[in-house]
């Protein structure tokens, strides 16, 4: 129902019938209700021509509400219009707010006058409102229950994030050399670390040499001698060979130390130096030197246990003679290698590796020659060669020690004598078809007793001019007898006959080409 407006005019009478309008419209307003327009939201049992009633003291309203149209896609307004309950908390809810699912509305009320909603255009001022996720659902409740242990899981992966690069951090930085600037990572391997410092060309920082020999696990003796000891280690699981020094034979230690240590010396026929080490206890000082650890030991060991065929032994001889050869070969230039002479050549010297080639260790005794400057460095160690393997000339001491040739030919005459040791274990077929391989020996097992003195030697290899025996089997073919003529070439009384390694590693080489096929 509408409000009658008041007549103008004057006079009490006229007050006092105005007075009693307003009054009856007071009352009727207070009896009746608010009439309110209504659209969308009329309560169905009171609707009357898009008209609802709304409760004593509350309010019409207009409202605009943002819906998102899954299918469309867009943001729609969505305009309704009704009566405000007693219970709706009237002005509360008269103003823009997100709804419970985090649509936009707005809602704006008034009582002036019945319907006066109807004019009633709230807006809701332009924003981007991110898509309902399902309008259906209670979007609280189904936030808490995904992003709770989301957000659990995402806290979780953090702190473990943390803490894992923490403990890599404090696992990888074991050392860091401030001259190479390498690292021991947590999963270097020896490899990796020897790879990595290639480019010094002289094996590892020391810094690394000394944190590798501390962290080695000693596992088991291999074998003793006159140099001391040699251990099967661990490092980080890798095996490696420890060699221990006796606390006599410094000289030993430095001189071998230093060898290794030379500029381009690492070849595959040269035992792997990994790292050396000196620890002083108190009046004991242990020396070590950490090199690749070889499961077949020396070619000592391997020849008392297994015999060759043509194949292996040109394989053995090959890489010993390469060995020695690239020792042998002065290398030019500013970051070049001086030409090495080992001069205590012996198969116990000699290492051999998984693929059936050899290496040489051993390099206390070992001299080094550059020869632009003419200079012989012997280093200061005061030992000498292994008796049974010495040349003729350092026996009866006509070698000229100032002459680097006349010590790389002196290695040739022992090496003649390994590569005889060598030939003895090969098998060859007998006449009646059987293959048939000597007993390991020593040379000159038949002449000299097992440790034979200077004279001992000196009388059958310098007097006698006796040399090991060149067997009639080895004539009968074609490998064998190769092998024998480098074999005597090798220990002529006369050092300039005797052939070099260059020449020994071409001739084994063509004969590895011409007769791989028919040997194996
Ligand atoms: C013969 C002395 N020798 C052996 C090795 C070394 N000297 C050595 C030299 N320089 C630096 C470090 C070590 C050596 N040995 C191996 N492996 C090895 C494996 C088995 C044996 C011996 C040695 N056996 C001996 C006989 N009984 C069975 C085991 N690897 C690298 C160097």
Not at 443 to 451: A, G, K, L, S
Request: proline letters at 4%.
């Amino acid at each position: 129902m509408a409000a009658m407006a008041p007549s103008p005019g004057g006079g009490a009478g006229e007050h006092g019938v105005l007075a009693l309008i307003l009054c009856l419209l007071v009352l009727h307003k207070e009896a009746w209700g608010l009439l309110c327009y209504c659209e969308d939201l009329c309560p169905d049992h009171n609707t009357f021509n898009g008209t609802c009633e709304a409760k004593p003291n509350s309010f019409c309203f207009s409202a605009v509400e943002l819906i998102y149209d899954v299918e469309t896609k867009k943001w729609n307004n969505h305009r309704s219009f009704g009566c405000l309950g007693q219970d709706e908390l009237g002005l509360m809810q008269c103003r823009a707010y997100l709804t419970e699912h985090y649509r936009p509305k707005n809602i704006s009320c008034c009582n002036e006058y019945d319907r006066c909603n109807e004019g009633l255009l709230p807006v809701i001022y332009p924003q981007t409102p991110t898509p309902s996720p399902t309008p259906a659902t209670n979007f609280p409740e189904s936030l808490l229950l995904v992003t709770l242990p989301l957000a659990f899981v995402a806290v979780l992966a953090a702190i473990m994030t943390v803490w894992f690069r923490y403990r890599q951090r404090e696992a990888n930085t074991l050392v860091y050399n401030k001259c190479s600037g390498l690292v021991i990572r947590a999963n270097d391997t020896l490899s990796d670390l020897i790879e990595q410092s290639s480019g010094s060309g002289s094996g590892l920082p020391l810094l690394v040499q000394r944190t590798i020999a501390k962290q080695i696990q000693l596992e088991r003796s291999v074998g003793k001698g006159r140099y001391g000891e040699v251990w099967l280690g661990r490092w980080r699981g890798e095996k490696v060979a420890v060699k221990v020094f006796f606390t006599t034979d410094e000289a030993s230690w430095f001189r071998e130390t230093e060898i290794y240590q030379t500029v381009l010396l690492r070849h595959e026929n040269i035992l792997g130096f990994i790292a050396a080490d000196i620890k002083g206890t108190g009046s004991l000082t242990q020396m070590l030197l950490i090199t690749d650890y070889h499961h077949n030991g020396s070619l000592h060991d391997h020849l008392q246990n297994n015999t060759l065929n043509y194949f292996s032994m040109i394989r053995l001889s090959l890489s010993m003679s390469c060995g020695i050869s690239h020792l042998h070969t002065e290398i030019f230039g500013t970051k070049g290698k001086p030409a090495i002479a080992h001069r205590d050549i012996k198969s116990k010297n000699i290492l051999v590796k998984r693929n059936g080639e050899c290496c040489i260790a051993d390099f206390g005794l070992a001299v080094k020659y550059v020869s632009e400057n003419n200079e012989l460095d012997f280093g200061t160690n005061p030992k000498v060669g292994t008796r049974r393997y010495m040349a003729p000339e350092v026996l009866n001491e006509t070698i000229n020690m100032s002459c680097f040739e006349s010590l790389k030919m002196a290695d040739m005459y022992s090496f003649g004598l390994v590569l005889w040791e060598i030939a003895r274990r090969c098998a060859s077929e007998s006449g009646d078809g059987y293959l048939v391989a000597d007993s390991y020996q020593l040379p000159y097992f038949n002449c000299v007793p097992p440790d034979p003195s200077f004279d001992d030697m000196h009388d059958v290899v310098c007097v006698k001019g006796i040399r090991p025996e060149i067997y009639l089997r080895w004539h009968c073919n074609e490998v064998l007898k190769t092998a024998s003529k480098v074999i005597q070439e090798c220990w002529h009384a006369n050092p300039a006959a005797r052939l070099t390694a260059l020449r020994v590693k071409k001739t084994l080489y063509k004969l590895q080409v011409t007769d791989g096929t028919k040997i194996i």
